[in-house]
């Protein structure tokens, strides 16, 4: 097995340092998947206590300007790589203004992730940062569990309002109750096909309820709606306030209108948040 990769672009180092940092505020370890076309970045094994599960994936020609990679063989031209995600966030901590970045796949008595930053200086000289990464190889046979998950049809796909304005929204509530709670038929996140979303929490005190509209719909979802001609029936997810927390805290990668949310009853009312970027696509499931 062979990887090694170089950034010299300023924006598309901060863009994939930003990607690092999200990943390491959503999980403590991750899986890189390494392809002769992609990166991605998994996230899978807490789903099934309930919590976040990511598949972040990068188009490598709109980060670097190298790229080599070598798999395990010819007929599985993959590599598939388990590493802690605050490692690899501190290490490109000290990119920033960098000249470039180099990330090679070695084994220093133990496989690691080899990043070597070129920093500017003013003198003639170059300054060479090199950071070691451990990393466990994931066998074969385990890459099953680590393939893009299959999301089922939603009840709702709706454009979200400005990240940080949700966060604020949602750190409020938190102050309120710890949990987002379903009493009777109240539920904590509404929204439907006519553009609206709602966001609630209610205790045994008080009931509120932050509302947003004309947020817009997918194409695809305001097709549907046409031909159901039932747009503004609710669909309706309960959700632990601080696992919703969790993931708008990981929100480093500037989002566009494309950010967009999904609510399905699917598996104990699954909530999917998805992001499309040109350069980086993002499917987030934070189940209850």
């Known amino acids: 097995m062979k990887?090694?990769?170089?950034?010299?672009?300023?924006?598309?180092?901060?863009?994939?340092?930003?990607?690092?940092?999200?990943?390491?505020?959503?999980?403590?370890?991750?899986?890189?998947?390494?392809s002769p076309d992609k990166l991605n970045f998994i996230l899978s094994d807490k789903v099934a206590n309930g919590g976040v599960s990511m598949w972040c994936e990068l188009e490598q020609e709109?980060?670097?300007?190298?790229?080599?990679?070598?798999?395990?063989?010819?007929?599985?031209?993959?590599?598939?790589?388990?590493?802690?995600?605050?490692?690899?966030?501190?290490?490109?901590?000290?990119?920033?203004?960098?000249?470039?970045l180099k990330i090679k796949l070695t084994n220093k008595h133990f496989p690691c992730l080899t990043v070597s930053i070129e920093l500017l200086s003013l003198s003639s000289s170059n300054r060479i940062?090199?950071?070691?990464?451990?990393?466990k190889v994931i066998p074969r046979k385990l890459w099953k569990d680590l393939q893009e998950p299959t999301v089922p049809e939603a009840d709702v796909s709706i454009y979200l309002p400005a990240l940080k304005t949700m966060k604020s929204v949602v750190e409020k509530m938190k102050n309120i109750s710890n949990h987002l709670t379903k009493i009777l038929n109240l539920q904590i996140i509404e929204a439907n096909l006519n553009g609206e979303l709602n966001l609630k929490i209610e205790t045994e005190l008080v009931c509120i309820t932050t509302h947003f509209k004309d947020l817009g719909n997918p194409p695809l979802a305001s097709e549907n709606t046409s031909q159901d001609g039932n747009s503004e029936q609710m669909a309706e997810v309960q959700i632990d306030i601080r696992k919703l927390l969790q993931f708008l805290a990981g929100q480093q990668v500037n989002p566009t209108k494309a950010t967009c949310m999904d609510l399905s009853f699917w598996k104990e009312q699954l909530c999917i948040y998805r992001r499309n970027k040109q350069e980086v696509s993002a499917s987030v499931c934070v189940q209850q």
């Not at 990887?3 to 010299?8: L, N, P, S």
């Not at 790229?67 to 000290?94: C, D, P």
């Open 3 to 34: 990887f090694r990769a170089k950034i010299v672009d300023g924006a598309c180092l901060n863009h994939f340092t930003r990607v690092s940092n999200m990943i390491a505020k959503l999980a403590k370890t991750c899986t890189l998947r390494i």
């Open 62 to 100: 709109n980060f670097f300007s190298e790229f080599q990679m070598e798999g395990v063989s010819a007929q599985n031209n993959e590599i598939y790589l388990e590493l802690t995600s605050e490692n690899l966030s501190r290490a490109l901590k000290t990119a920033q203004n960098a000249r470039s």
């Open 129 to 135: 940062v090199t950071h070691d990464i451990p990393v």
